[in-house]
């Protein structure tokens, strides 16, 4: 018995037009939408409407119905649209018998009536058994095989995040799998033959798999470490909203406004802008070695102001001693050795700007390439499961379920319901999310069917 997809959603705008000066709020906006499910038996094939609008910001406001009456409640987006934050994602498998086959009907109509979830089928291909022991072993390396690719993905994200320095949601429109956004890849998933062959035994496509996650954790780690070494190191050339101790000078201080001969030098004095008269007064009394009248102001901000004094050098010790005890912060500054920061400093930012390039594309390519192996990281762990489960010859299917966390819990108790035969012991209630090492298993509770979270938090970056 086939079972079909659960239906999406297609949006197709037509006939958009739009009179009046963009610039002007009286711009009005005329569109027709139509809205058709690929199939689906409970709702008419096609609704459309036009719609009417007045531009003030932002002309996608008025793409959308302000109202229209489909008989029922009515959720705009596909809920296969995107693979955002406060979503569970799981893939169930039940045997295909026709008590379960039953069940697995009644669930697709108790999904379209409520919307409790999005519901399609999870296509696996047919792989090589071998022995019962050998499938004990490799459930328990696939579990932890999950659990390091599922914390590499995690990392993968977060370094995206680091680097870019961009908000979450603009950091996953980068995050793509084979080209195409997430939720995509996981509705079609297509078992990629070519690079994990089925005629191989389970355990061979075990390792391939923890080879690549492997390899990837290691070079993270090691283009991370590299990248954030040339960062620091430029960071702590620039300094130039840090304090006036420390930061670079050179974009306020001239070459022209420093002395330094044989016997003379200049200092640069931070005085607070409430101590510019005492400055003033007793600048050229901090030491008797001061040039009189050589103080001037070079710079200011609302705090403070940079006053620059010449003096012979071997003075420099006395009037830096006798500038602290009267509250002045003395800065000794070599025009020469700040310009050849500046210069290392440029050289540090095109390095920084290329290793930026560099490791930005190596994280897109390989989040892609981490995430399809953890998808495909999943199916095998639904077929070992379902082997281990319901026995030979192997003969079950696969779902993958979407739901708003906040409804998770009722699906859960839907499906618990449904799937009861399987295993009349399993518990019909649910005290925690769908996650395990162990099919069916949580830590308090043990389902009937065989259940694993695709876990989105690891895309939730902090």
Known sequence: MQIE???FLVTTWSDVTATGDPGDSGLSVSHSVSLRWSSCSDFPNTYSWTNRGRHEDNLKTYLMPNACSFGKDFDWRSPCEALGVMTDLCLISVPLDKTSLTSVEKLKRTIAKTSLASCCKFHIPELKVGILDSLLSVSDDLSKLDALTESVIKKTCQCMKEVMEQSNDKVLENALANGVDLMSYVTKFQWDKAKYPTALPLSSLAD?????????????????AVYNSVKISLQSLEHKDGPFQTRGLNDIIRKEDLVDSEYLTTLLVLVSRGSYLQWERTYESLSEFVVPRSSRKLYEDK????FSVTLFKRAVCEFKAKAQESKFTVREYNFELEEEKQQEMKKLSVHKKEQYGIFVRWLK???SEVFVTWIHLKALRVFVESVLRYGLPVNYQALLLQMDRKRSKKLREELSSLFKHLDPTATTTSKTDVSSD???????EYF?????????????IS
Not at 212 to 219: C, D, F, G, K, L
Not at 303 to 306: H, Y
Not at 438 to 444: R, T
């Open 365 to 367: 390519m390989n989040f």
């Open 208 to 224: 391939i798999i923890n080879k690549e996650v492997s390899q990837v954790e290691t070079e993270l780690k090691t283009r991370a």
């Open 448 to 460: 009937s069917y065989i259940c694993f979270q695709i876990n989105t938090n690891v895309l939730e």
């Open 438 to 444: 162990i099919p069916g298993i949580c830590p308090q």
């Open 303 to 306: 705090q403070a102001g940079v």
């Open 5 to 7: 997809s659960q239906p």
